[in-house]
């Protein structure tokens, strides 16, 4: 049986999806569960290609509801167990995806967003991120990271293992159909080569020793007898979270000192974003980038500070106004304007990007 | 034989297939030739051809795929084999079929009526070393034993605008290797036009260099 | 003769008196359970995971590691708990509405793909924790919440024969039986057998169990047990349906 999946770092040229099963698997992960969805199938394929060739398995369920609840059941018996879907799926699977939440159930996601709610329309779409980050019928005490680079797609799927194991949160890698498709290089690594140290995974259930006798039984609920209860639980859970967002909340941003303009773009679309930023500001226009890296949690300081330097800051997504709602509320108060490019379900060029920062800049192409 | 052209290109999953396919139709149709690009990628038809089906017809390649206005839901719903296609070798002319990924990729010729029979079909096998799939000449050796039937392979060895002369040359080595224990030939070493200049009319190992224009990225990819 | 011991060694003493109503089925299912885990000396390995429904009472019910999950989804958790770790002995308990209901999906998969897990079931003819409304193993003519002037199979079906669907589906190796809480050394050794199936690493193993709602049918005790032997007993037989190696077997069912 093979041991390390990456034996010394090394370029590679691949899809999305492919990236993030080797990812998995470079961060040991044990075993999946999934159920075939467009446009996360690739993952699956990859991982059922790799997975017994170093002892790892694989189950397709029935259903998303059920790749959700056997991966919850997987981390509970200690294994590092993930998931993979999108759309539809990502609906069934916050169910699951709420328990762990409740439960502090250590469940990494794979999210490749999906225009919709359709069929078919599988490749551009920033629509999944209201359901990702808020999605159960709790407080959304999760972790979200949006990539926009495969690259990102193997570090953060390597890293969402390990704030799962850490923190005891469900852990998303947010996606779109463009990243799980799409070709690009990248090196692969392994790791603790790179001195990442890999959290241990620690079983809930099936522990050492006869419950009653060597320890009392683990014994796991997610029922409460009164509401003062649940209002206990949650609010521990509440302060846990918000202890941790200062190490979690990650974002990347350029040129915010003396830019007028913010333009704010996550995941794929952020590389549109960054491309139209770096050509206006050869042009000498005053722009600046911010990208919020966790969607949830958001750098909530970071943006309120952004909206205290720029006078107007342009919101950019394949999706309606689900990241503006996020980033509107943290920055609350500022006096900044907010402006905004919405294209549901659709791709965004850099060159829409430019013509929008002009037309509020009102700097139009000579 | 005749000196009718009939390719196949199979391959793993984003080795080439579409973009090698793409080329040797233009190239064919090129020399006056009469050309019919076949789109047999059942698993996502929606990123390959489709897009590209306007330039490739001034091109003078005719194509079969499916054109978005008489699909629905392609994107998804993509296996979905349009009824010339599987016709497409009783044409007159050259045929290049582009042939899906998957376990069952290669195996999609069987829906093609007489591919079994035809004295001319060449199946060719693209392989790209920077994929970590087919990165070794074990790997290609295994990967290329799991298709039905393969007559030759095409080094397409490349890390897109990352991509080398020696990046090339290297690949060029592992799939002329693989090529000897199975068996077959190199067809050829593809390679964007700007690398073919700088390496010239044969790789390293002897094998042809087929120019490649980079058609695909207008498909998106 | 040995005198059965008040409890079964793997209750918890500390959680008892239990949480069920007086009468309520599901303490004496548990005894058969816990029973069935004591004579096999199984309690080191074994995982109990248990339903939404009044099945969730039963999280502290065992010295066990117990999992309680959402309604209907006890199946797949302990399916992902076995398929990560094939060694634990991995028991889902519910009831009917979570197993022949809103999780008919994970019983009948699970079935199907011969998942090496034991699923015992309580069937008390209707959702009890939700104030008595209709089951699909509500009797015909049977009232409840939701069916105010008594069930009308022409409507809603008639009482799901949950052993019958899974014996009909399920592959060599599996064990399908049904026993009754009027019954409890038959149903005790039922289980028994169910989890030996798992543990010898044949198949899916079913248990359902005739079971008791005398809060929600507001029956006294002989009301009960009346209930129970007549009006169920015609709707559902009691016996072993599938055991591994009768191949796919007629129905053997109790006199």
């Given at each position: 049986?093979?041991?390390?999946?990456?034996?010394?770092?090394?370029?590679?040229?691949?899809?999305?999806?492919?990236?993030?099963?080797?990812?998995?698997?470079?961060?040991?992960?044990?075993?999946?569960?999934?159920?075939?969805?467009?446009?996360?199938?690739?993952?699956?394929?990859?991982?059922?290609?790799?997975?017994?060739?170093?002892?790892?398995?694989?189950?397709?369920?029935?259903?998303?509801?059920?790749?959700?609840?056997?991966?919850?059941?997987?981390?509970?018996?200690?294994?590092?167990?993930?998931?993979?879907?999108?759309?539809?799926?990502?609906?069934?699977?916050?169910?699951?995806?709420?328990?762990?939440?409740?439960?502090?159930?250590?469940?990494?996601?794979?999210?490749?967003?999906?225009?919709?709610?359709?069929?078919?329309?599988?490749?551009?779409?920033?629509?999944?991120?209201?359901?990702?980050?808020?999605?159960?019928?709790?407080?959304?005490?999760?972790?979200?990271?949006?990539?926009?680079?495969?690259?990102?797609?193997?570090?953060?799927?390597?890293?969402?293992?390990?704030?799962?194991?850490?923190?005891?949160?469900?852990?998303?890698?947010?996606?779109?159909?463009?990243?799980?498709?799409?070709?690009?290089?990248?090196?692969?690594?392994?790791?603790?080569?790179?001195?990442?140290?890999?959290?241990?995974?620690?079983?809930?259930?099936?522990?050492?020793?006869?419950?009653?006798?060597?320890?009392?039984?683990?014994?796991?609920?997610?029922?409460?007898?009164?509401?003062?209860?649940?209002?206990?639980?949650?609010?521990?859970?509440?302060?846990?979270?918000?202890?941790?967002?200062?190490?979690?909340?990650?974002?990347?941003?350029?040129?915010?000192?003396?830019?007028?303009?913010?333009i704010?773009?996550?995941?794929?679309?952020?590389?549109a974003v960054?491309e139209a930023v770096n050509v206006l500001?050869?042009q000498?226009i005053?722009v600046?980038?911010?990208?919020?890296?966790?969607?949830?949690?958001?750098?909530?300081?970071?943006?309120?500070?952004?909206?205290?330097?720029?006078?107007?800051?342009?919101?950019?997504?394949?999706?309606?106004?689900?990241?503006?709602?996020?980033?509107?509320?943290?920055?609350?108060?500022?006096?900044?304007?907010?402006?905004?490019?919405?294209?549901?379900?659709?791709?965004?060029t850099s060159g829409e990007v430019e013509a929008r920062a002009r037309e509020?800049?009102?700097k139009?192409l000579? | 034989?005749?000196?009718?052209?009939?390719?196949?290109?199979?391959?793993?999953?984003?080795?080439?297939?579409?973009?090698?396919?793409?080329?040797?139709?233009?190239?064919?149709?090129?020399?006056?030739?009469?050309?019919?690009?076949?789109?047999?990628?059942?698993?996502?038809?929606?990123?390959?051809?489709?897009?590209?089906?306007?330039?490739?017809?001034?091109?003078?390649?005719?194509?079969?795929?499916?054109?978005?206005?008489?699909?629905?839901?392609?994107?998804?719903?993509?296996?979905?084999?349009?009824?010339?296609?599987?016709?497409?070798?009783?044409?007159?002319?050259?045929?290049?079929?582009?042939?899906?990924?998957?376990?069952?990729?290669?195996?999609?010729?069987?829906?093609?009526?007489?591919?079994?029979?035809?004295?001319?079909?060449?199946?060719?096998?693209?392989?790209?070393?920077?994929?970590?799939?087919?990165?070794?000449?074990?790997?290609?050796?295994?990967?290329?034993?799991?298709?039905?039937?393969?007559?030759?392979?095409?080094?397409?060895?490349?890390?897109?605008?990352?991509?080398?002369?020696?990046?090339?040359?290297?690949?060029?080595?592992?799939?002329?290797?693989?090529?000897?224990?199975?068996?077959?030939?190199?067809?050829?070493?593809?390679?964007?036009?700007?690398?073919?200049?700088?390496?010239?009319?044969?790789?390293?190992?002897?094998?042809?260099?087929?120019?490649?224009?980079?058609?695909?990225?207008?498909?998106?990819? | 003769?040995?005198?059965?011991?008040?409890?079964?060694?793997?209750?918890?003493?500390?959680?008892?008196?239990?949480?069920?109503?007086?009468?309520?089925?599901?303490?004496?299912?548990?005894?058969?359970?816990?029973?069935?885990?004591?004579?096999?000396?199984?309690?080191?390995?074994?995982?109990?995971?248990?339903?939404?429904?009044?099945?969730?009472?039963?999280?502290?019910?065992?010295?066990?590691?117990?999992?309680?999950?959402?309604?209907?989804?006890?199946?797949?958790?302990?399916?992902?708990?076995?398929?990560?770790?094939?060694?634990?002995?991995?028991?889902?308990?519910?009831?009917?509405?979570?197993?022949?209901?809103?999780?008919?999906?994970?019983?009948?998969?699970?079935?199907?793909?011969?998942?090496?897990?034991?699923?015992?079931?309580?069937?008390?003819?209707?959702?009890?924790?939700?104030?008595?409304?209709?089951?699909?193993?509500?009797?015909?003519?049977?009232?409840?919440?939701?069916?105010?002037?008594?069930?009308?199979?022409?409507?809603?079906?008639?009482?799901?024969?949950?052993?019958?669907?899974?014996?009909?589906?399920?592959?060599?190796?599996?064990?399908?039986?049904?026993?009754?809480?009027?019954?409890?050394?038959?149903?005790?050794?039922?289980?028994?057998?169910?989890?030996?199936?798992?543990?010898?690493?044949?198949?899916?193993?079913?248990?359902?169990?005739?079971?008791?709602?005398?809060?929600?049918?507001?029956?006294?005790?002989?009301?009960?047990?009346?209930?129970?032997?007549?009006?169920?007993?015609?709707?559902?037989?009691?016996?072993?349906?599938?055991?591994?190696?009768?191949?796919?077997?007629?129905?053997?069912?109790?006199?």
């Open positions: 049986m093979l041991q390390k999946v990456i034996q010394e770092e090394k370029r590679a040229f691949m899809t999305g999806n492919e990236v993030v099963a080797w990812a998995a698997l470079a961060a040991r992960a044990e075993i999946m569960f999934g159920y075939p969805i467009t446009p996360q199938n690739e993952i699956m394929h990859y991982w059922t290609r790799l997975a017994p060739k170093y002892g790892k398995s694989f189950l397709q369920t029935e259903d998303e509801l059920s790749a959700g609840f056997a991966a919850a059941g997987g981390v509970m018996s200690g294994r590092k167990a993930f998931t993979a879907t999108a759309g539809t799926g990502n609906i069934l699977m916050q169910e699951p995806l709420s328990m762990a939440e409740m439960m502090r159930l250590p469940v990494v996601a794979v999210i490749q967003q999906r225009g919709g709610p359709s069929t078919a329309t599988v490749i551009y779409s920033q629509q999944e991120v209201n359901l990702t980050t808020m999605g159960g019928n709790g407080e959304g005490l999760r972790i979200v990271y949006s990539t926009a680079t495969h690259q990102e797609l193997y570090d953060y799927t390597i890293k969402a293992f390990n704030t799962a194991w850490k923190y005891r949160f469900p852990t998303f890698v947010l996606g779109d159909g463009y990243q799980a498709k799409m070709r690009e290089p990248l090196t692969l690594y392994d790791p603790e080569a790179r001195g990442i140290q890999l959290v241990e995974q620690e079983p809930f259930v099936g522990q050492k020793g006869s419950p009653g006798k060597d320890r009392p039984p683990a014994q796991y609920r997610n029922t409460y007898n009164l509401e003062e209860e649940l209002f206990e639980k949650l609010m521990s859970d509440v302060r846990d979270y918000e202890k941790i967002i200062p190490e979690l909340a990650e974002f990347q941003s350029s040129g915010v000192e003396g830019a007028e303009l913010a704010v773009g996550h995941g794929v679309v952020f590389r960054r500001r050869e000498g005053k600046c980038y911010f990208r919020p890296v966790t969607l949830r949690p958001l750098p909530v300081p970071q943006l309120k500070s952004l909206a205290g330097e720029v006078k107007k800051i342009l919101i950019v997504e394949s999706a309606y106004g689900q990241l503006a709602r996020l980033v509107t509320e943290a920055v609350y108060g500022a006096n900044a304007e907010i402006h905004t490019l919405f294209k549901p379900g659709v791709g965004i509020i800049l009102q139009p000579h | 034989m005749t000196d009718r052209v009939v390719e196949a290109y199979v391959g793993e999953y984003a080795a080439g297939k579409s973009e090698n396919a793409l080329n040797r139709a233009i190239g064919l149709a090129g020399q006056d030739r009469m050309v019919t690009l076949v789109d047999l990628d059942l698993v996502e038809p929606f990123y390959t051809l489709r897009p590209l089906q306007k330039a490739l017809s001034r091109l003078g390649v005719e194509v079969i795929a499916w054109k978005t206005e008489e699909t629905l839901g392609l994107g998804e719903a993509g296996t979905v084999i349009k009824p010339a296609a599987r016709w497409a070798l009783r044409r007159a002319g050259d045929i290049i079929l582009d042939i899906g990924y998957g376990v069952e990729g290669a195996r999609t010729l069987n829906l093609v009526e007489g591919s079994t029979a035809d004295q001319d079909l060449m199946v060719i096998a693209v392989i790209n070393c920077s994929r970590p799939w087919t990165s070794t000449v074990e790997d290609i050796v295994l990967d290329v034993q799991q298709m039905a039937r393969v007559n030759g392979l095409i080094n397409n060895t490349h890390m897109a605008e990352e991509t080398t002369v020696d990046l090339v040359q290297e690949g060029a080595r592992t799939v002329s290797n693989a090529a000897k224990i199975l068996g077959l030939p190199v067809v050829a070493t593809a390679v964007c036009d700007g690398i073919a200049k700088k390496i010239g009319h044969a790789d390293c190992m002897g094998n042809p260099v087929r120019p490649l224009q980079r058609m695909m990225q207008k498909a998106f990819w | 003769m040995q005198l059965q011991p008040a409890m079964p060694r793997s209750w918890r003493v500390d959680t008892k008196p239990h949480k069920f109503c007086p009468g309520c089925g599901h303490g004496l299912i548990l005894k058969c359970l816990g029973q069935a885990v004591d004579e096999l000396g199984i309690e080191d390995r074994v995982v109990y995971g248990c339903d939404i429904g009044c099945s969730l009472l039963s999280w502290d019910f065992f010295n066990l590691d117990t999992v309680q999950t959402h309604h209907g989804r006890t199946t797949p958790v302990m399916t992902g708990i076995k398929r990560a770790r094939p060694e634990l002995i991995c028991i889902a308990y519910m009831g009917d509405g979570g197993g022949y209901s809103i999780g008919v999906q994970h019983l009948v998969s699970s079935v199907h793909r011969n998942e090496k897990i034991t699923v015992v079931l309580a069937n008390n003819t209707q959702y009890a924790m939700t104030g008595g409304q209709m089951a699909p193993t509500t009797l015909p003519g049977q009232k409840t919440e939701t069916t105010p002037y008594g069930r009308d199979p022409e409507v809603t079906g008639f009482p799901f024969q949950g052993p019958e669907m899974v014996s009909a589906i399920a592959r060599e190796g599996a064990y399908v039986a049904r026993g009754s809480i009027s019954n409890m050394r038959q149903l005790t050794g039922y289980l028994k057998k169910a989890l030996v199936n798992q543990i010898e690493g044949n198949g899916f193993s079913f248990v359902e169990a005739l079971s008791a709602c005398p809060t929600n049918w507001r029956t006294n005790a002989s009301e009960t047990w009346s209930f129970i032997d007549k009006e169920m007993h015609g709707h559902f037989k009691t016996g072993e349906f599938k055991t591994p190696g009768s191949g796919q077997g007629e129905v053997r069912a109790d006199e």
